[in-house]
Structure formats: C-alpha cells, structure tokens
C-alpha cells in the first residue's frame, strides 16, 4: 500500500488552499470588483491605456482582501483514496497561510506526517483580475513537479470549482483533475479532490477539513 499511494500523493494532495467563509446574505461576496475590459482597436496603443491596463492588472481588490482573512494557521485532517476499492488512509496536517508580495497571492505551508514520513507541501493562490479567475499552484517533497488548477467561484454552493491536468507517474499519460473548495463557516472549510482510477472512471480521491486554530 505505502508504495502505492507515495506516486499518488502529489496527484491526491494539490492545492491545499485557504478562503473567507462566504456570508449566505451576500450571493456574489467573491469576484466583488471585476476588472475594466479594456479594448484598444488602434495599434500601437498610446500609453495612457497601457498604464491604464497594467494598474487593473496588478492592484489588488476585495477579492484580495477576502483571502487575506484566512491568514494563520489552520488545523487539517485529511482522508485519501488511492483508487476507488482502496482503504482510505488518514493524516493531519498544519496549515500557515499568509498573504506575499504586497497582498497579491496568498502562500499556505502544509506540514506533517504522511505514511510514518515527513511531509511538506507549499501552495499559491491567486485571483487574476485580467482573467477573472482562480488560479492555484502546489509543490510538494514527495514529487518533482508544479501542479497548476483554474476555476470559479460558485455563489450558489459557496465553493470554488477547480478544474486541471496532470502526469501520471505510472502511465506517464496526462489526465484531469478536479477540486471542490467549500465554505462551511468562517472557521471550517472542506476540499474535495477527484482523479480519474486506471479504468478511466471518476472516484473521490481524497476529503480534507480545515478548522482554523
């Protein structure tokens, strides 16, 4: 089992991220300031609409600011599944998050025991305001790779929906991922990671619930 599941981990456990609860009196808290689409027909552009674009581009909004609130440091308990009949295997982590380079991205460190092994992982998260869009990064010392995810925020279930791809180090073909971000309370949050098992059906692979300490 413990050689099974250590190729798996970095597919398994991507993205470990941290979000504001969403208030349910609020149906569209995230995503609150939607960048200017800004379109030039005329080429070159003059440089008033460059600045103009670039500041849109790099200033941090509410959205930000909504992330920044889950600095700290967090409780996880996770549950993983290496195929869809494999026995679920049990870890908990400590999770730090803090916000970098001047309030831009969010950074969470992710660290414990995996299988009697030590474990470290980093993720990144960021709201591009250009693309309007979550996208996700994670790292971690039992892979070699840079795992990358996109999604949307969903105001009906108060989640972020990620979608994304990935090697599989044992067939070396690319497959797809998918994570469901949920926002229980301001205090506890739930991930949910879905692989695709070798006879190319979906299962849950693994369950994670963050409670802030």
Sequence with gaps: ??????????????????????????????????PEVIVQNELPPDSATINRAWEKHMTPSKTHEIMAQDNG?????????????????KSTFKVINKMILGGRYQESTHKGDMMGMPFEGISTLAYDNTAQEYVSTWIDNM???????????????????????????????????????????SNTQKIEMFDIDYDGKQFKSMEAILKRK
């Excluded at 050689?3 to 609150?32: A, G, H, M």
């Excluded at 791809?165 to 229980?184: A, C, H, M, S, V």
């Design 73 to 89: 440091v967090w409780e996880e308990e996770i549950t993983m599944w290496a195929s869809r009949k494999s026995d679920p295997v």
């Design 143 to 185: 892979g070699t790779g840079i795992m990358v995810m996109k999604g949307q925020f969903n105001s009906d279930t108060k989640s972020i929906n990620f979608e994304g791809k990935t090697i599989d180090p044992l067939t070396r073909k690319e497959k797809k991922l998918k994570e469901i971000f949920t926002y229980i309370d």
């Design 1 to 34: 089992m413990k050689k099974l599941l250590l190729p798996l981990f970095s597919i398994i456990f991507i993205n470990f991220i941290s979000c504001k609860d969403i208030d349910p009196k609020v149906d569209n808290e995230y995503n609150l300031e939607i």
